[in-house]
């Protein structure tokens, strides 16, 4: 789980035992249920280390969150990258185990400072959404989310400082949940159906330069298209456009917010052979990234989560 600031970035810590979570949770009322059965590693918060420069390049202000990217091997064990200044990634850490089972790891940024309170919300294979922050005890969110045949952190949709989350449902109906800025949500509030059709579903800031966080969606037959936010969580986006097509090359895209400190959101996409690639953010809706750049080799199919 990373914590990040203007000073420190790509930080993260492994999650606590699972025992450790029902603890905390005994006294949090009825609608809390038990933890997430899997135990997880219970080693020391061990960050990652940045070595990217506090200030932005060029004098930029970013707009967007600015995290490490970290994955989840196949045998639960957790890694992390920081970030290298220079839009790539610094070295890999080991951060800890016993995720082989959660279905979601998604990183949220609380304050919307570009990078200031952050934390995860993970989703265990028993329907459980737990949150941790940064340096806290884990907490509860609610059971009964195995409903859901994914999520998504996305950034901040709804008009309030802290990143928000995405719910599909098997009929293909996108709902939001907001976020008090503490890893707690609101009850869901429907975005809309036909959902079903998106294959991957990204974003983590504003990619048209208007302010508002908007999202990324690829459809089954490759295509990427642009949903602007709005800003409103009774509606949070406006029509699509088409970004363009070729994008089942690959099979995980991810946002990390800024990575390239240049002030504007950029896109992670893992290639079907294992190489990684950054799409560098324009700001421009016309034209919202520029060419790709392999930051990656290969070896990346080795994670089973990217987030």
Known sequence: MAKTSGRSRGRIASRL???????ALVATGASAVAAENPVKSDKSAKPVATKASASLRSGAVSASSQFG?????????????GLDGRGGLGDRATL??????????????????????????????DGNLGYLNWGQSPQLVGGGWNTYNHIWSVGNLG????????????????????????GALTSRYLVGGGWGQ?????????LTGDGKADIVARGGDGTLWLYKGTGNYKAPFEGRT????????????????????????????RGNDGTLWRY??????????????????????TYRLLF
């Open 96 to 125: 800890g185990h016993g995720f082989a089972t959660d279905r979601d790891v998604v990183q949220v940024d609380n304050d919307g400072n570009g990078g200031g309170s952050t934390g995860i919300w993970f989703r265990g294979a």
């Open 69 to 81: 990217l970290y994955g989840i091997g196949r045998d639960g064990v957790q890694y992390g990258y």
């Open 17 to 23: 035992a699972a025992a450790a979570i029902t603890a």
């Open 242 to 269: 088409k970004i363009g097509g070729g994008w089942n090359t690959y099979n995980a895209i991810v946002s990390t917010g800024d990575m390239d400190y240049d002030g504007k959101t950029d896109l992670v996409a």
């Open 159 to 182: 008009g309030a400082a802290a990143g928000d989350l995405l719910a599909r449902d098997g009929s293909g109906n996108l709902y939001i949940y907001l976020n008090y800025g503490n």
């Open 280 to 301: 560098s953010g324009t700001g421009n809706a016309a034209a919202p990234y520029k060419s790709r750049v392999n930051i990656g080799n290969g070896g990346w199919n």
């Open 198 to 206: 998106y294959t991957q579903i990204a974003g983590n800031g504003d």
